[in-house]
C-alpha cells in the first residue's frame, strides 16, 4: 500500500516542491495551509485542508482527512512556519508579534507532531513511518531583527530531538531540516541584502540561492526508509552556510 504523508505549509514555496516530491515517488499527501487554495494543480493523490496550524480544531482537521480519505499516516512533514509581520529589533519586540510566530512556528508544530505521532504508532510492518521539520538556519544564527522568528526555530529543533528519543521505541525516525538561503515569497523581501552576501561577499561555499527543489530533496531522503538509523539528526541544506569560514 502507498505510504500516506501530511505535509504543512503545503502551500508555500518549500511546501509546494515537498508535495510534488512526495507524489512523484508514488506517496498520498494531504497537505495543509491557511491559504484557501492550492497555488497551482497537484497531480496525483492530494488532498487540500485549509487550517491555521495554531488552532487545535485545524490540527484534529487534517489528521481526520488523512485518516478518513486515505486509512492512516506514515509521514509528517512539518514545513509551516511564519516570520514577523514587521521585523523590529530585538529591544522593541512585542509580546503579541512573539505570540504570533511562536504559536504557528514552535506550538502548532508540537502538538500536531504529537497527535500524528500516535496514529503513526498505530501503523502495522516494518516501516511505521517518519517525520521531518523543516527548521532553518536561524535555529543557532543570531538576527536581532527576528529574534522570535529564531526562537521559534530553536524551539522547532529541541522539538527534533525530544520525539527522536520518544519514538525511537517504535520505530519511527525524527529528524529536521535546516533550510539557508532559499528563494521563496519569505525572503524576496530581502532579495537584494541575500544578493549580495551570496554573490559580492560570498557568505556561501555553494554561491548560489537555494531552491524548494533542494529542500524537498533532502525531504524524501528522511522519509523513504532509506537512513533507517538516523534519528534526532540535523541536516544543514545551505550551501554550506553552517561551514565557518576565515
Known amino acids: 500500500m502507498k505510504k500516506v504523508a501530511i505535509v504543512t505549509g503545503a502551500a508555500g514555496g518549500i511546501g509546494f516542491a515537498v508535495v510534488e516530491k512526495l507524489i512523484e515517488n508514488e506517496i498520498s499527501v494531504v497537505g495543509m495551509d491557511i491559504a484557501s487554495a492550492m497555488p497551482k494543480t497537484v497531480k496525483g493523490e492530494f488532498t487540500y485542508v485549509q487550517g491555521d496550524l495554531s488552532k487545535s480544531a485545524d490540527r484534529q482537521k487534517v489528521i481526520d482527512a488523512a485518516i478518513n480519505t486515505y486509512g492512516k499516516i506514515n509521514i509528517l512533514v512539518n514545513v509551516a512556519g511564519v516570520a514577523p509581520k514587521v521585523r523590529t529589533d530585538l529591544l522593541e519586540m512585542t509580546e503579541e508579534s512573539y505570540d504570533f510566530v511562536m504559536n504557528i512556528n514552535a506550538k ?139
Open 108 to 246: 502548532g508544530t508540537l502538538f500536531l507532531t504529537q497527535a500524528v505521532a500516535k496514529k503513526i504508532i498505530e501503523n502495522d510492518g516494518e516501516y511505521k513511518g517518519a517525520i521531518v521539520n523543516i527548521s532553518s538556519m536561524s535555529a543557532y544564527t543570531s538576527s536581532t531583527s527576528r529574534g522570535e522568528y529564531c526562537i521559534s526555530k530553536a524551539g522547532v529543533s529541541m522539538i527534533t530531538a525530544l520525539f527522536a528519543d520518544r519514538l525511537a521505541e517504535y520505530g519511527i525516525a525524527v529528524n529536521e531540516i535546516r533550510p539557508g538561503i532559499i528563494a521563496t515569497g519569505m525572503t524576496s523581501t530581502v532579495k537584494a541584502k541575500y544578493d549580495n552576501l551570496i554573490f559580492n561577499e560570498g557568505i556561501l561555499p555553494i554561491k548560489r540561492w537555494g531552491e524548494p527543489k533542494d529542500i524537498a530533496a533532502a525531504v524524501l531522503t528522511l522519509c523513504n526508509g532509506s537512513l533507517p538509523y538516523v534519528t534526532g539528526q540535523s541536516i544543514d541544506v545551505d550551501g554550506g552556510f553552517h561551514i565557518r569560514r576565515l
